[in-house]
């Protein structure tokens, strides 16, 4: 009884930014992960329910990015009229049935649908949570704030193949999903005791031509692109598809400026550390997750490992990111964000580029080694780049700013898997097509020769960040950190300086 005390005082005394950081951390790290690990899971998932084709398996993914595309852009909104407090733990409390729902799942088609429901709470938990994230941390220590969001959108991705491959393993799919649930409900109840609400009291009506513009220009732009790689670019639903979603999105722009308060706040782009910072974000991310695809394909594919031991060769990334993340969150206020972002970004594509010179009996080290240094280099990129993105965005528009940045992040990683995916089907299309001319014992390296081009094409993306990063105006970003530190600590010195007058 005096140990759960205990724990209830030290629980209570926690500082409010330990709360919310907690709350977003494992929150996020669930939310994240799930994608991985449900794409290690897909095989399994297609022969217990008698659904192999890939057509069919690829709506389980479809599903939760349709979902995703709706409800993302309205997030800032409803987070704004709403409560982020009640809005995040709605979110969380959707994503946590969702889970259970789909560990029950019986054919392709309820697990699609119940996908659709956790793609409800998973497109409003990032945004939201991101706005209470920022709240919470003045912002000089916006920094510290950026740190943290960095621990699961890096950690995630890593650790999901090795978990989602050993719990199909050991277990079954449906624990992928269960596992979500004691998480979730400890999180939400968590959150339900220690969260305090914030809402934003203007009154701004909800703008419904930008919630059915913004859903349709983002779920046709990632059907398409999620479609390219089973139907290939020339595909007429393809080429639909992006057309309505290109159409889409024109017409969103356009209502933007009749709309007093638009749902994606499109203004905020007129600040031009916010636009740097975004462009910036579109290459990053690319080269980020289109590698973090492509390894564990070329792991499994072409060397035949098991899930485990591909996610045992991953997992070095993100250790590297928490070797130097500490130091970047104190080299930020000296140097700022241009010149971490152009020397991270450029020194994780000249690492990248020894992936060129690898073979299909390449030591795994190898990989071991280019995924830790790459992650070292991912330290100065993420953390910076969200701190920078949101320094110049005042407090009430936090919300909108996190809607846009999160809907900018989900269309890159859709947009490079789609590119990077038809470059290496191509590849290994013409391996195909020659495999009658192949010596047995060559086929491997020729299997492997096709991942050079998508290899290639991620450090590409990583220096043309490094290039946008230039365009950051860091003496914009610094003096506003700086302002706002100074004013932060004449605050808290004032009562101390003050004169007694007693």
């Not at 389980?60 to 409803?78: D, E, H, N, Q, T």
């Not at 290109?246 to 969103?252: D, E, G, K, N």
């Not at 299909?360 to 953390?383: E, T």
């Amino acid at each position: 009884m005096s140990e759960r005390l205990g724990l209830r005082k030290r629980i209570s005394s926690m500082s409010y930014q330990s709360t919310v950081a907690t709350v977003f951390v494992v929150a996020m790290f669930i939310d994240i992960m799930d994608g991985t690990i449900v794409n290690t899971a897909l095989p399994a998932i297609g022969k217990d329910l008698h659904h192999g084709t890939p057509s069919d398996l690829a709506w389980i993914i479809l599903g939760y990015l349709m979902s995703l595309a709706i409800w993302i852009p309205a997030s800032g909104w409803l987070g704004d009229r709403f409560g982020t407090k009640k809005i995040f733990l709605f979110a969380l409390l959707m994503f946590t049935v969702a889970s259970a729902l789909c560990g029950t799942a019986d054919s392709i088609n309820q697990l699609t649908l119940y996908r659709f429901l956790q793609g409800i709470g998973g497109g409003m938990m990032t945004p939201v949570g991101t706005t209470m994230l920022y709240h919470a941390y003045p912002p000089h220590l916006r920094q510290r704030a950026s740190s943290l969001l960095a621990i699961p959108a890096l950690l995630a991705p890593a650790s999901g193949p090795l978990l989602g491959g050993w719990i199909t393993d050991a277990w079954s799919w449906r624990w992928i999903f269960y596992i979500n649930v004691p998480l979730g409900v400890g999180v939400f109840l968590f959150g339900a005791w220690r969260l305090k609400e914030y809402q934003h009291h203007a009154e701004n009506k909800f703008d419904p031509s930008g919630f059915i513009l913004s859903a349709l220009a983002l779920a046709s732009i990632l059907y398409g692109l999620n479609r390219v790689e089973l139907l290939g670019w020339r595909s007429s639903e393809v080429i639909v598809s992006l057309v309505i979603g290109l159409v889409a999105s024109i017409a969103l722009v356009i209502a933007n400026r009749y709309v007093k308060e638009p749902l994606l706040a499109l203004r905020l782009f007129k600040d031009k550390v916010f636009t740097a910072t975004n462009v910036v974000s579109v290459f990053a991310t690319g080269s980020f997750f289109g590698l973090i695809l492509l390894m564990p394909l070329m792991l499994q594919g072409v060397r035949h490992l098991s899930p485990g031991e591909s996610g045992l060769t991953t997992f070095t990334q993100a250790l590297g990111v928490i070797a130097l993340s500490p130091f970047s969150r104190k080299l930020y206020p000296k140097l700022g964000p241009r010149p971490m972002l152009f020397f991270g970004l450029s020194l994780a594509g000249m690492i990248m580029l020894v992936l060129l010179s690898t073979h299909v009996d390449s030591n795994l080290w190898v990989y071991r080694g280019v995924l830790f240094g790459r992650g070292l280099c991912w330290a100065f990129v993420f953390s910076p780049l969200q701190a920078a993105a949101f320094s110049q965005v005042s407090f009430s528009d936090t919300g909108r700013a996190s809607a846009l940045f999160s809907t900018q992040r989900q269309f890159a990683s859709s947009l490079s898997i789609a590119v990077l995916i038809s470059l290496l089907v191509t590849g290994l299309d013409k391996v195909t097509a020659q495999i009658s001319t192949i010596p047995l014992h060559d086929v491997p390296e020729h299997l492997y020769n096709a991942y050079r081009g998508p290899f290639f094409l991620t450090c590409l993306m990583a220096f043309a960040g490094a290039i946008a990063a230039l365009f950051i105006d860091n003496d914009k970003v610094l003096a506003v950190f700086r302002e706002r530190e100074a004013a932060q600590r004449a605050a808290a010195a004032a009562p101390a300086s003050a004169p007694d007058l007693s």
